[in-house]
């Protein structure tokens, strides 16, 4: 690999909660992007030494891996913005191809809006011609958020999400696309319009506790819904792999024609600066948890010219 993505769950599997069957020393990581070094038969067929791949497998996180030839993706070069869709942008452009119903108009709340997958959720909405709200926890995140097209940046740690949401849009949203869980996910619910859709894509402000969740208000939640005609939607991108490979396809010609921003952060803001090699990837999982990123955090694998292979 030459760069590996960071993603909130990355401390879910290392915990035990994906697979319990699973026991220590095993490897973690999700995602990577690098050059095959070596071919086995039936991959020479399609493979060439040095071609650029991406592949989403478990246990990413290493200088060198086993990647089976049939989930081996092909790029166009070894470029870190490729990462970021691998699994940010195919979460996003699936759930709400599945669950958003976007059409022109309709409104749109992000949580997280600056964050791996925000960012993604955001732009679709807009290509989609919705108008999007999104929150996030900085001024230069707002910044950043404002630059790729969101409608109304919601800076959380200045302003009261809530009374903006009932001032700027008292309707209500039609789509929510939520990754923060807690006090977030009772705001989201609040907003929703008649016939909304929430879609819970994690709750990341829970992961680092015991149970890996905070409380919800989930005993209104029934009233809230059937009050509303409203739905709430969990989606995991794993049990979506049918439609995972038309999703990155799109998602490549989208960047690849510059109708969308596909922001990666190397960590240059953080404590001791960018992240290189193995040793920094718990740095990263760290630094996404100060939620300082602006986009998906990614860790840069140096390649080593004397290789063993």
Same mark, same amino acid.
């Given at each position: 690999?030459?760069?590996?993505?960071?993603?909130?769950?990355?401390? #879910?599997?290392?915990?035990?909660? =994906?697979?319990?069957?699973?026991?220590?020393?095993?490897?973690?990581?999700?995602?990577?992007?690098? /050059?095959?070094?070596?071919?086995?038969?039936?991959?020479?067929?399609?493979?060439?030494?040095?071609?650029?791949?991406?592949?989403?497998?478990?246990?990413?996180?290493? /200088? &060198?891996?086993?990647?089976?030839?049939?989930?081996?993706?092909?790029?166009?070069?070894?470029?870190?913005?490729?990462?970021?869709?691998?699994?940010?942008?195919?979460?996003?452009?699936?759930?709400?191809?599945?669950?958003?119903?976007?059409?022109?108009?309709?409104?749109?709340?992000?949580?997280?809006?600056?964050?791996?997958?925000?960012?993604?959720?955001?732009?679709?909405?807009?290509?989609?011609?919705? =108008?999007?709200?999104? !929150?996030?926890?900085?001024?230069?995140?707002?910044?950043?958020?404002?630059?790729?097209?969101?409608?109304?940046?919601? #800076?959380?740690?200045?302003? #009261?999400?809530?009374?903006?949401?009932?001032?700027?849009?008292?309707?209500?949203?039609?789509?929510?696309?939520?990754?923060?869980?807690?006090?977030?996910?009772?705001?989201?619910?609040?907003?929703?319009?008649?016939?909304?859709?929430?879609?819970?894509?994690?709750?990341?402000?829970? =992961?680092?506790?015991?149970?890996?969740?905070?409380?919800?208000?989930?005993?209104?939640?029934?009233?809230?819904?059937?009050?509303?005609?409203?739905?709430?939607?969990?989606?995991?991108?794993?049990?979506?792999?049918?439609? &995972?490979?038309?999703?990155?396809?799109?998602?490549?010609?989208?960047?690849?024609?510059?109708?969308?921003?596909? /922001?990666?952060?190397?960590? /240059?803001?953080?404590?001791?600066?960018?992240?290189?090699?193995?040793?920094?990837?718990?740095?990263?999982?760290?630094?996404?948890? !100060?939620?300082? #990123?602006?986009?998906?955090?990614?860790?840069?694998?140096?390649?080593?010219?004397?290789?063993?292979?």
């Amino acid at each position: 690999s030459r760069y590996v993505g960071i993603n909130a769950s990355d401390i #879910n599997f290392s915990s035990g909660r =994906y697979d319990a069957s699973v026991k220590p020393p095993f490897d973690i990581g999700f995602e990577g992007i690098g /050059e095959v070094v070596a071919l086995g038969l039936s991959a020479s067929k399609n493979f060439t030494v040095g071609q650029p791949v991406a592949y989403v497998k478990s246990g990413s996180f290493a /200088e &060198y891996t086993v990647v089976p030839a049939d989930i081996a993706i092909p790029v166009p070069l070894v470029n870190p913005e490729f990462l970021a869709l691998l699994i940010s942008g195919t979460t996003a452009y699936i759930s709400l191809k599945e669950f958003g119903y976007l059409s022109e108009g309709k409104k749109v709340l992000v949580t997280a809006a600056a964050g791996g997958t925000g960012q993604f959720a955001v732009q679709l909405a807009k290509n989609a011609k919705c =108008y999007v709200v999104g !929150t996030c926890s900085s001024e230069e995140k707002a910044g950043f958020l404002k630059s790729i097209g969101c409608d109304l940046p919601i #800076n959380y740690k200045s302003e #009261n999400v809530a009374s903006v949401m009932k001032k700027k849009i008292p309707e209500g949203v039609d789509v929510v696309y939520e990754s923060i869980g807690g006090e977030m996910f009772d705001l989201s619910v609040n907003c929703l319009a008649t016939k909304g859709h929430l879609i819970i894509i994690g709750f990341i402000s829970g =992961y680092q506790t015991s149970s890996g969740m905070l409380p919800v208000k989930a005993g209104a939640l029934p009233a809230m819904l059937l009050r509303k005609s409203a739905s709430v939607h969990g989606f995991f991108l794993t049990h979506y792999m049918s439609e &995972y490979k038309e999703a990155l396809i799109a998602l490549v010609k989208l960047y690849q024609s510059g109708k969308l921003v596909c /922001e990666v952060d190397h960590g /240059e803001q953080s404590q001791e600066g960018k992240f290189i090699g193995l040793e920094s990837i718990f740095r990263a999982v760290d630094y996404m948890y !100060t939620g300082k #990123n602006i986009g998906k955090i990614v860790v840069e694998l140096p390649h080593l010219v004397n290789s063993k292979l």
